[in-house]
C-alpha cells in the first residue's frame, strides 16, 4: 500500500461527495433529525434520556453503513473500480482511502448529532462530552468499515439494502435497546455480547450515566475498533474488480 495513493483516493472521495448535495444531507443531517425526532415522542417524558445514547450510536451507524457501500458498489457496476485498479493502486489503498473519506465525514456528523442531542435534544451527559464524542465517531467508522464489507458481496444496490437483515438488525435486536442484554435468553445474550453496536450503546450509555469509569469505555472502543480493523482487511481481500 502507498499513503500517497491512499489520501488521493479520499480525496476524490471526498470531491465526488462535494458535488453531492443530497448524501451530504443524508450524511450531516438526517441522523441528527431522527434522534431530535425521538426526543419529541418522548418529550417530557424521562424515556429519551435512557434511549438517547443508543440513538446516538443507532442512526450514524445505519446512514454510515448504507451510504459507504451503496457508494462503494457504484465504483465497481460503473467500472471505475476496474480501471482505478488497472493502475498502480491496490485494494488495501482504494479501501483505505475510502475509509479515510468517510471516517473525516464521519467526524462531523458525529459533531454534529451529539451537539443536537446533548444542546438542543437536552440529553444529560454525566461523563465528559469529549469521551461521548469519542465512542460516538468509533461507532460511525464501525457502520463505515461494515459498509465496506457488505459491498465487496454485495451485486447491486438492492442487495445492500438486504444485507441490512444480516448485518445491521441482528445488532440492534440484541443491542439492548429494547431490553437489557443480562435479562434475554443466554444464548441471545452471548450473541448479543459479541456484537460491536452492544458495546457501542453500552459505552454511551455509561459516559452518559456516569456510572461506569474510563477504562470501562475505552475497553470497548477497543472491541469496536478490533471489529472496525477486521472488516477492513476482510472488505480488502475479497473487493471484486467488477460485478459479474
Do not use: K
Amino acid at each position: 500500500m502507498n499513503p500517497m495513493r491512499t489520501l488521493a483516493t479520499a480525496g476524490r472521495v471526498l470531491m465526488q461527495i462535494r458535488h453531492d448535495p443530497r448524501t451530504i444531507v443524508l450524511l450531516l443531517v438526517v441522523p441528527s433529525l431522527l434522534i431530535g425526532l425521538v426526543a419529541w415522542i418522548f418529550d417530557e417524558t424521562p424515556v429519551f434520556a435512557d434511549i438517547g445514547p443508543a440513538m446516538l450510536a443507532l442512526f450514524p451507524f445505519i446512514v454510515m453503513f448504507l451510504v459507504t457501500s451503496i457508494g462503494t458498489l457504484r465504483e465497481r457496476r460503473s467500472g471505475t473500480l476496474e480501471r482505478l485498479l488497472s493502475m498502480p493502486l491496490g485494494r488495501g489503498d482504494f479501501i483505505l482511502g475510502y475509509t479515510l473519506a468517510f471516517g473525516l465525514l464521519a467526524v462531523l456528523q458525529t459533531a454534529v448529532a451529539v451537539a443536537y442531542a446533548t444542546w438542543v435534544c437536552g440529553l444529560e451527559i454525566e461523563g465528559s462530552i469529549w469521551m461521548l464524542f469519542a465512542v460516538a465517531v468509533a461507532d460511525a467508522l464501525l457502520g463505515t468499515a461494515l459498509g465496506l464489507l457488505a459491498s465487496a458481496f454485495a451485486r447491486t444496490e438492492f442487495q445492500v439494502v438486504q444485507f441490512m437483515p444480516v448485518f445491521v438488525f441482528p445488532q440492534i435486536l440484541l443491542g439492548g435497546i429494547f431490553l437489557p442484554r443480562d435479562q434475554l435468553p443466554d444464548v441471545l445474550e452471548t450473541i448479543g455480547d459479541w456484537l460491536p453496536l452492544s458495546h457501542a450503546i453500552d459505552a454511551l450509555t455509561a459516559v452518559s450515566t456516569g456510572d461506569e469509569d474510563a477504562g470501562y469505555v475505552w475497553l470497548r472502543v477497543l472491541f469496536i475498533g478490533c471489529w472496525i480493523v477486521g472488516a477492513i482487511v476482510v472488505g480488502s481481500l475479497t473487493l471484486r474488480r467488477r460485478t459479474p
